[in-house]
């Protein structure tokens, strides 16, 4: 790997594989004028070779293009005056980020052991003498062995393929057993040939209310696979919960949504198995009350309105087949349990696929996505709260918000003298707009070089264009119209950050709510785990800058990425695991904020940045202060 | 009701409501020639009227039809000289008849205690306070309540109705649970609006080879308020089991047998609920192993070859729709046990219905169907086997045979001099075959009056145009061409008679082969029942003759009627009873007579009329002996 360093500041850091240096800059925090996303439009990356080769695309001034140059070997690379931040705002960049969890999915909490077994066993052919039917050989045959003292229930529809699976291989077949809730029972759901059978697979699926993620798991060694996702096709018909359930709520609403749903998991589970779906043993997914509702097709009305009671928030095994999945008749679905209408089985999987029961520590488990949830607690009680958020942080309600796609800003610097921002976009494309990431790193620069006071208001005074009065009131021009894939200015508004200040005061203050109920404070949080594909690119720095996140040692947080989807899939692996959600779900104080005084004490406090209360987050300081 | 005496052998019976002549004639064993059925056509049945009054048809010489003649009030007639028969043939004539069992179905031998019940109970509201789910409202008030200690099951499909059934009358619902195999478990089928609740009623339906019948039953008081039956439209690709299963292994013919069997019961159930479909809470079915298979789809090929294997002889609850019966989702079908392949859950349902193991005395339980079956026992141990008997007493393989509907001849009487008959037709229409009763009849009277000898020849030597060599060998015309339907002489050939010698012996070879197993003989016989709808048109005395029935003491037999039906509905109404049919099931010693060597020699012994061994029929004599 390639050395760049960067002068004048002296730093010097590893180039990525096929990086360019306006990244490679952006990781390191040096900041480069660059307005364009990284697209090569707008000429402002310059930089100067000082040691070394580039390749890549030169200025006529002899400069080169840091979003289209790429080091050869190592380099020393200058970065012009107009680029360039004094040594002291580069000081209170520090480079603390989250870590990694080591991931419950690596198969070290839990022993495979899903809840459909595959279990290969002869049997004795029949005779004259010896002539009970296949299916009381079959269970003679159980009975004497493994599942001895154990009632067996069985499928209708294994009777079809019985006699034929007996005879293929001379009486050897692999059976398929899954556990049922009562103890001391097994369901057979399935024979196969022995030799003729297939591989032994589930499929584990997060259904976000955006984003839907599934995992093909080889059941014998509990990896996944492949890993497939999409769009949730109903976010063409509401954006967040709350206006999916009003759009249910009309005509067929509710069945098209499910539709919708249960189309774009058959595209997954077709992308992930092919030809092979007879492999398929069953599948485990974990989704929030809402959506676990719409795939089940249960009415969210009473979701909706006070007191907030779901139809079920354990859910009964159900035949893959009767929810218009195309895969073999004997698959079950299994779903993650729900706590409350809007704590759903993707925090207890969420939850339990990191580990948070198993441990001693407080933990504070954040799932910051289309909706906020937390959980407080430890191995011996947990407390969770839904915050209504609201879906800012996914670049929802934002003038210029996206998703993150190709085009979105995803990072942004600011200058803290000129102003300057330095934008990069997903896949070096002119910009489209910002998505969630973009917008905190905006709004957290924003706010330290003083632009943004803490009120959320843009300082009148500064003698920068890109501050100025817009058609919604002021705001700040991160991408001119020139540089933009749109052909317009991207903008962030002043009602932008009012927004995102409203969703990150919920959320604190949801922390507060819950930390006070047990009667403790932020200073007892020993771990953070950010949960939800949003925690993995988020910058933490500026996440507690802006007050979304607790001012507590940095070396307490961690990213656990999509946790939802890392229990569903340790679910599959283990029908302990999917027990223990169910005695976690249980386990679980949940707290109703909507009515609950204390958290709007809380909220109104919180709606500053950081917060009203500056000795909350003593590591923060603006220009401002 | 008006009394009729016969002169000159002094007989005095009561007519029957609307009853011709003729009938009371047959019912008082007097003989009148009679060939066109009592269709009024051979004008042969003349009787003169002595005293009293009579409606109907004169004959030209004064005379009166007998099978368009009713009686106004008390008469007496006169059988002219050429129907009249000697005093010493009608003393043959013993009345005795099987009695009618007292029936299960009364509801004496069992509690009412379905296998689904149903039961109201009320919730509290739910509140901020106490806001769990729906489901787990109703789980908890059944955990404290009915259900205490006891495990709880949910079909899926009651989830979708809860919210609703849950708040329509203000948190009280009437919820249907399942006894599950598994002891200690219960399932949630089905939750109702408390007053919106329907009716709880079961269907019982007997799936016989030719005929089905179903009973809608009130699962309240255990009574069937309603009885339909059909004939099996499998009939159209096989009249036996063995050419239907010949026909499952072509192409789609199981696919197409399954298709006719369930429409044939959507039907039938269709007729028996109308639109009150929402009432039906399951579905008993019993059926031979052979209908069971083709009801659920199953491969028949094994059952076939030896060693004769069926898929399942237990079948597990299987959900009516999944059949392709249109009943609401949670309606299950619960089919009876089966022994062996050619010992099926009709024979199962049965042997309960009628009680044989709660029964002290040593039964020999018999359905002469299209196949027959004998079961040997009591409540302690119980023996059985199928005896490919054929379906010759059925009309089967029987040149002008036929099923018992209008037309048929059902029963005839033979003048032992004159060799004339005496048929009656049902319904008195012209003569288009013979049905089983009337085979039987025939041949006894054949028999009786040395029309036939012992191995089933016609006597070559009478003087009657009746008994002649025909296009197939020697046969006896029963009706000339000019009284009958089809314009066609119906005739009883030697070739018939062979198939029913060998039919009949057959069965006898069964019930002696039983017998010697345990070492017990005919005389150790302490009740015969005789089963199936075959039974009950059944003349036992005739019965006996042919060497069908054991010749023991006539008070030891008993009509069930249909007891597969019968057996199915205290199914329906009794778990107990559904029980008691798989520990009946499971408890009977299965014969297979097709490669027993003393099955053989019993057969070979028993292919004359009566039976090789005159001793074993000390009551019956032929004219011949």
Redesign the interface.
């Known amino acids: 790997m390639a050395k760049v360093t960067f002068l004048p500041i002296q730093t010097t850091i590893e180039s990525g594989e096929g990086e360019p240096l306006i990244k490679t800059a952006m990781r390191a925090g040096v900041h480069i004028n660059a307005s364009c996303g990284g697209a090569g439009v707008c000429n402002k990356c310059k930089v100067i070779l000082e040691e070394g080769r580039l390749t890549g695309e030169r200025l006529p001034d002899g400069g080169w293009k840091a979003c289209a140059s790429f080091p050869e070997g190592d380099v020393v690379v200058r970065i012009p005056v107009e680029s360039q931040m004094d040594r002291k705002a580069l000081e209170k960049r520090e480079p603390a980020r989250a870590s990694w969890m080591r991931r419950h999915s690596e198969g070290v909490f839990y022993k495979i052991d899903p809840v459909v077994k595959k279990l290969e066993i002869s049997l004795p052919e ?3 003498q ?8 079959l269970q003679r045959e159980l009975a004497q062995g493994k599942l001895q003292g154990m ?1 067996l ?5 294994v ?2 393929e ?3 699976a007996l ?1 293929d291989r001379s009486w050897s077949v692999v059976v398929s057993l899954m556990d ?4 001391g ?1 097994q369901r057979l759901i399935r024979v196969e040939a022995a030799g003729t059978s297939t591989a032994h697979q589930a499929v584990a699926i997060d259904i976000g209310t955006t984003t839907v993620s599934a995992q093909l798991i080889e059941l014998s060694s509990g990896e996944a696979i492949k890993e497939v996702s999409d769009y949730n096709p109903q976010v063409s018909y509401g954006e967040d919960v709350i206006s999916r359930m009003e759009f249910a709520r009309r005509g067929d609403g509710a069945a098209l949504l499910q539709e919708k749903i249960i189309s774009c998991l058959n595209g997954l589970l077709s992308e992930l198995l092919g030809d092979g779906m007879e492999s398929l043993g069953f599948i485990s997914i974990a989704a929030n009350t809402v959506m676990t509702h719409f795939l ?4 969210t ?2 979701l909706r309105a ?14 893959a087949v ?1 929810l218009g999945l195309s895969v073999p008749g004997h698959v079950r679905v299994f779903c993650a349990p ?1 706590v ?2 809007y704590v759903g089985g993707d925090i207890v999987a969420g939850v339990v696929g990191v580990g948070v029961h198993r441990h001693p520590d407080l933990t504070l488990f954040i799932d910051i996505g289309t909706n906020g949830e937390i959980v407080l607690g430890n191995q011996d009680w947990m407390a969770c709260a839904a915050c209504s958020a609201g879906p800012a942080f996914e670049g929802g309600g934002i003038r210029h918000g996206m998703r993150a796609t190709t085009g979105a800003i995803e990072v942004v610097d600011i200058h803290p003298e000129t102003y300057e921002p330095m934008a990069l976009t997903i896949g070096g494309r002119k910009a489209k707009g910002i998505c969630g990431s973009g917008i905190i790193s905006l709004l957290a620069n924003l706010f330290t070089t003083g632009a943004l006071d803490q009120q959320g208001k843009f300082r009148r005074d500064l003698s920068t264009p890109r501050i100025r009065e817009g058609r919604d009131g002021w705001e700040y021009v991160v991408v001119e119209a020139g540089a933009t894939a749109t052909g317009e200015d991207i903008v962030f508004t002043e009602a932008d950050v009012e927004n995102l200040v409203r969703a990150k005061g919920a959320m604190f203050a949801g922390y507060l709510t819950l930390l006070e109920s047990v009667g403790m404070g932020l200073e007892d949080i020993e771990r953070v785990i950010l949960a939800g594909n949003f925690g993995s690119y988020l910058n933490l720095e500026q996440a507690i800058t802006i007050g979304l996140l607790p001012d507590i040692p940095r070396d307490r947080f961690f990213f656990a990425g999509n946790s939802s989807l890392i229990g569903a899939r340790a679910a599959a692996c283990s029908t302990e695991v999917m027990n223990t959600m169910d005695q976690v779900a249980a386990m679980m104080t949940h707290f ?1 904020l909507s ?1 609950n005084p204390r958290f709007m004490e809380h909220y109104v406090s919180s709606l500053f940045l950081p917060h009203t209360d500056a000795s909350l987050f003593p590591s923060v300081k603006s220009a401002n202060n």
Chains 1, 2 share one sequence.
Do not use: M, N, W
Not at 153 to 157: F, H, T
Not at 296 to 299: F, H, N, P, Q, V
Not at 307 to 319: G, M, Q
């Open positions: 029949p005779t004259l010896d002539s009970v039917s296949d299916l009381e050989r009632s229930e069985v499928d209708s529809q009777l079809g019985l006699p034929h005879r049922s809730a009562v103890k029972v089940l097709g249960l009415d009305r009473f006070s007191p907030y009671v779901p139809v079920a928030s354990h859910f009964p095994p159900i035949r009767d729900c409350a209408s109703d009515e």
